[in-house]
C-alpha cells in the first residue's frame, strides 16, 4: 500500500496551491481519503475528506469555501484544491484512507488505515 503526497510549496498569502495523493495497493472505490494538517508545534487535525465509494465530502470550517476536494478514479488519486491560502494554512499535509463503511467514525483518525508522509506548504505574509 502506497500513499504519495506532492504539490506542497512555498507561496505568498491569498495563492493557490493543488495537492495530489497517489495511492495504490488498496481497492480505492471502497476507501474514504482524508487531508490531515499538522502546524507548527500542534496537532494534526483533518481538513477534507472525500468517501470514493458516494462521493460524499466534508471540510473542516476553517477552510469551507477555499479548499476543494476531488477524486480521480482512473488515477487511483485525491486532489486538494487550496485557494487563498493563509499564513494558518503553513504545515505538513497528509492524505490517508480508511474503509468507506468506517465514514461515520469519529474521531476520523481512528479510521484511518493508510498514511502517506506528506508534503509541505508554507504560507508566507
Known amino acids: 500500500v502506497q500513499l504519495v503526497e506532492s504539490g506542497g510549496d512555498f507561496v505568498q498569502t491569498g495563492e493557490s496551491l493543488r495537492l495530489s495523493c497517489a495511492t495504490s495497493?488498496?481497492?480505492?472505490?471502497?476507501?474514504?481519503i482524508t487531508w490531515f494538517h499538522r502546524a507548527p508545534g500542534k496537532e494534526r487535525e483533518e481538513v477534507s475528506s472525500?468517501?470514493?465509494?458516494?462521493?460524499?465530502?466534508t471540510y473542516e470550517d476553517s477552510v469551507k469555501g477555499r479548499f476543494t476536494v476531488s477524486s480521480d478514479y482512473a488515477k487511483n488519486s485525491v486532489y486538494l484544491e487550496m485557494n487563498f491560502l493563509k499564513p494558518e494554512d503553513t504545515g505538513n499535509y497528509y492524505c490517508a484512507a480508511g474503509p468507506a463503511s468506517l465514514w461515520s467514525m469519529r474521531p476520523r483518525l481512528a479510521a484511518i488505515h493508510y498514511w502517506g508522509r506528506g508534503t509541505l506548504v508554507t504560507v508566507s505574509e
Open positions: 495497493g488498496f481497492n480505492f472505490d471502497g476507501f474514504f
Open positions: 472525500i468517501n470514493n465509494k458516494d462521493g460524499r465530502t
